[in-house]
């Protein structure tokens, strides 16, 4: 019986999320019949010209998430060797629940702070190259990072802790110290699951919402001449929540066409955020150990 009702539960999600991406590609089939495949390569969004090219938003949201995660992996990860290799039992789990906190704040208090702080400090940190303001993809970057914090040190930590202490004792029987151990044992063997950490927490950056829309700036059409330009880091730009949160998916309601381009991104997202999702769940069922 508990095994029927579990059948049951997983196909009602699978359902589930069957008809949401089936109602997202029938809501935006206009856009895909007036755009074609240049609704994914186009450089400008004018809705008012019946324009719409969501390159623009789809650069900010990987450039956004991948600084953020740049940012916060190498804090995340050391975080995590200290709690899993150095504390004992009960100080581990005190910084575990410390650190998760973070998880708990409303991500509007994020945006809120990332205005009263970050943004200035953006700003005068980099104000010999004549920024507008401080609302930028750097100032979106900064303030995500900190936000997907608790997810890397998390996931690091349940990852690093999953290799077996016999591994441990072996290697320190063998000669090897403390550190050695870390580098050569724990971080070798928990890679597939420190992978995986990271592509989950780089899925929920792409996913988030309030924090980016408050600090990014929402200009749209910000694409560099050249991809791995860094100027448009400092300068306000568009991604695709920020542009899915704005006042432009109320206007764009009543106009087919237009609606069909916002859906579109809200399937863009969806597409991107799943496939990071699997891909992380993937690698995190394999282990080295």
Do not use: C
Not at 12 to 20: C, S
Not at 44 to 68: D, T
Not at 152 to 166: E, F, G, I, K
Not at 172 to 199: D, K, M, N, W
């Amino acid at each position: 019986m508990t095994r029927a009702w579990s059948w049951f539960f997983s196909f009602v999600a699978l359902a589930t999320l069957a008809f949401l991406v089936a109602i997202f590609v029938w809501q935006s089939l206009p856009v895909w019949h007036h755009e074609g495949w240049t609704y994914l390569t186009g450089p400008k969004w004018f809705f008012r010209q019946r324009e719409f090219g969501a390159l623009p938003m789809i650069y900010g949201s990987v450039v956004v998430s991948v600084v953020a995660l740049v940012l916060a992996a190498p804090l995340g990860m050391g975080a995590a060797v200290f709690t899993a290799e150095y504390l004992s039992r009960k100080p581990r789990l005190a910084v575990k629940v410390l650190i998760e906190l973070l998880a708990g704040v409303p991500s509007v208090v994020y945006g809120l702070l990332g205005i009263l702080l970050l943004r200035n400090w953006i700003y005068e940190l980099f104000a010999r190259f004549d920024l507008l303001s401080g609302d930028t993809l750097l100032t979106a970057a900064v303030l995500l990072s900190v936000m997907i914090l608790p997810t890397v040190v998390t996931l690091s930590d349940d990852a690093l802790r999953a290799v077996p202490a016999t591994q441990r004792r072996a290697a320190r029987a063998l000669g090897l110290t403390r550190s050695e151990t870390i580098l050569h044992v724990s971080l070798p063997q928990a890679r597939r699951g420190l992978s995986a950490e990271l592509l989950l927490a780089l899925g929920r950056a792409f996913g988030e919402t309030i924090a980016v829309f408050l600090v990014v700036g929402r200009q749209d059409n910000n694409l560099p001449e050249r991809l791995l330009s860094l100027r448009p880091l400092l300068e306000s730009g568009q991604t695709l929540t920020s542009k899915l949160g704005s006042s432009e998916t109320n206007i764009g309601y009543g106009d087919p066409l237009h609606w069909g381009a916002i859906v579109g991104l809200g399937l863009i997202l969806l597409v991107l955020t799943g496939a990071l999702t699997v891909l992380g769940t993937g690698f995190g069922k394999r282990s080295d150990a």
